[in-house]
């Protein structure tokens, strides 16, 4: 249920190479997220983005718009529920459900989520943070 | 690199409340401007998170990502083999600055079987040079057994 308010959330589009995967595990060689063959022999289907690496993005837009009111007072809570792969392009989305009071100050809450390009959600989750 | 037993195929020997690893970390601008490159995000998000901190307050998930491997994974390959991450959750309640010192303590918080499939469950406490609690981290695993067949990824 969504509520009105003057937010805007600045969503962010990432495409996840494997290069980027690789980097991002800092070049670790035993990592079903820097490996294709282990992601294969694990029964993954190849190599899949970390989930950390896919965080980072929710994180990116939460901190875009809230910006110290998440960083200091935010949370996050999401389950992975589809594997990212090399080559999918993922956009973060987000619907803010309640406004609450909290001290002096106002804490948004948010339903949150991470789209492939086919538009299948591959984390669902929630999140909050402080607002001015 | 380090042989691992894929399929240990463990449960049992996964002791809830057992600590996963404790260990204090400096983080550095140069971890900050790796991440951020790895991440492909090149603006300061954090430089209005306090006038007196500006320029200097980490991106909140950088110390999660620079401790995972040593304090989850390496764990869970000791003891129950591979695993992937299905659940996370992080409360941000203090800001961790360029330079400062945290120690980061992490243990087996549960375990659970669900729909065939092997779960542990994780938390880990982020705390400052002066005590104070940071950031808390929850994170579940699904254990990767040998007779798993995965069609997606799904929890």
Redesign the interface.
Known sequence: MSVEHDIALVTVT?QVTFE?MY??MGG???S?HSNPKLGE?????GA?A????L???L??ML??TF??G??????????????VRPGDTVTTGGEITAIEAEGDRQRARLDIWLENQTGEKVIVGKASALIG | MMMVDMWKDNFDGIEVGAETASFSITVTEAMVADYMKTIEFDQSWWDDANADEAGKVVPVDLVPKLVMRRLFVEYGERVFGRHIRVKQSYKFLQPILVGSEVTVTGWVKGKYEKRDKKFVEFEAHYVGSDGSLLLVDNRTSMILFESFKMKGVEA
């Open positions: 990432k980027k980097e991002f670790l060689e035993g079903v022999t694990l029964g993954l289907g899949i970390q989930g950390g690496h965080v980072a993005f994180n990116e901190c875009r910006r110290g998440y960083g200091r007072g935010g949370e996050i809570s999401i389950t992975f529920i589809k594997a």
